[in-house]
């Protein structure tokens, strides 16, 4: 009979734990994307949805590729991810949407949000143009703190006399002889 070594046995439990995760992330990924497939064929009737999404900024208008799309209509959510060119599509069935758009990679756009109803049977086409804030740039304190003693330390050197309690007793002139 042929035992396994401890390190064989974590081996082969270190591989199992990993094809599960892996398992369990696609069964979630695929959970939240909702696909034209998955929904009843009569509700589609070649509905659909589709347009750009752009940024405005300091380069101009430019597409935003990864900007997320999602419809909410009741119970219902859909959702999309825009291409290289900022081109999405959807199809769904028609209704009154809450859309909300956003990038999620690149939290320096603003999100948007409206309401939309989509008629059964039609394609209808919703471009999106969001608008891009620049960050504040932030002072960390240990930069701060430099900054500050630099502009003491040169205030320091620049003034004549040293501030009371600095000075040099072995100087002369800074310790003029009282007349006797």
């Known amino acids: 009979m042929k035992t396994l070594r401890p390190h ?22 695929s959970s939240r994307i909702v696909s034209a497939n998955y929904l009843p064929q009569q ?5 659909a949805l589709q347009g750009y999404v752009l940024g405005s900024g300091s380069a101009g208008i430019q ?10 209509n009741g119970q219902q959510l859909f959702e999309v991810f825009s291409g290289i060119s900022g081109f999405y ?5 028609g209704g009154t949407y809450n859309i909300t758009v956003n990038v999620p ?15 059964n049977g039609t394609t ?3 471009n999106f143009q969001l608008r891009q804030i620049l960050p504040v740039p932030e002072i960390h304190l240990p930069l701060t703190s430099v ?18 309690g600095m000075l040099d007793k072995s100087h002369p002139k800074q310790h003029p002889q ?3």
Do not use: C, H
């Open 147 to 164: 900054i500050v003693l630099s502009i003491v330390g040169a205030t320091l050197l620049a003034r004549k006399t040293p501030p009371a």
């Open 124 to 126: 209808t086409l919703m």
């Open 63 to 72: 597409p935003i590729d990864w900007a997320l799309i999602a419809l909410k």
């Open 43 to 47: 509700n589609l009737q070649n509905t």
């Open 178 to 180: 009282k007349a006797e």
């Open 89 to 93: 599509q959807i199809y769904l069935p």
């Open 8 to 29: 064989r046995i974590r081996m082969n439990f270190t591989r199992i734990v990993t094809i599960s995760m892996l398992t369990l992330v696609l069964v979630v990924i």
């Open 105 to 119: 990679v690149d939290p320096s756009y603003l999100n948007y949000s409206t309401t939309l109803m989509i008629p």
